[in-house]
C-alpha cells in the first residue's frame, strides 16, 4: 500500500509564499511520475505541476512562473514551492504518484493519492 503524506498547508494574503511538501513511501520513486493537483470548491480536480522519472517539470499555464515542484529522491519527497500566490489558487491541493514507472498522471485510476492539505489564499 502506497502512502503520501502531505504537509504545509494553510491560509495565506494575496502574494505571500507557501511549500507544500509531500512524503511518499514507494519502493520505484525514481521511476514513477509524482506530482501536484488541485481541486477548487465546485470545480474538477487539475493539475499544478508534475515531474516525470527524468526530473522533467510541467506546470500548469496558470501556474508558470510562481511555482516551482522539486523531487528528492533521496528521501522520497516532492515539494511544491508556491509564490505570489492569488486568491484563484485557493483549494486543496494533492499529492500524487503514477502507479506505473515510467508513465504520466493521466486521470484518477492512474496514480497514488495523498489525502489532500488545504490552501486558501485572501485578498
Known amino acids: 500500500q502506497v502512502q503520501l503524506v502531505e504537509s504545509g498547508g494553510g491560509l495565506v494574503q494575496a502574494g505571500g509564499s507557501l511549500r507544500l511538501s509531500c512524503a511518499a513511501s514507494?519502493?520505484?520513486?525514481?521511476?514513477?511520475?509524482i506530482g501536484w493537483f488541485r481541486q477548487a470548491p465546485g470545480k474538477d480536480r487539475e493539475p499544478v505541476a508534475t515531474?516525470?522519472?527524468?526530473?522533467?517539470?510541467s506546470y500548469a499555464d496558470s501556474v508558470k512562473g510562481r511555482f516551482t515542484i522539486s523531487r528528492d529522491s533521496a528521501k522520497k519527497t516532492v515539494s511544491l514551492q508556491m509564490n505570489s500566490l492569488k486568491p484563484e489558487d485557493t483549494a486543496i491541493y494533492y499529492c500524487a504518484v503514477a502507479r506505473r514507472p515510467y508513465a504520466p498522471i493521466r486521470g484518477i485510476d492512474s496514480a497514488y493519492w495523498g489525502q489532500g492539505t488545504h490552501v486558501a489564499v485572501s485578498s
Open positions: 515531474v516525470n522519472w527524468a526530473g522533467t517539470p
Open positions: 514507494l519502493l520505484t520513486f525514481n521511476t514513477n511520475t
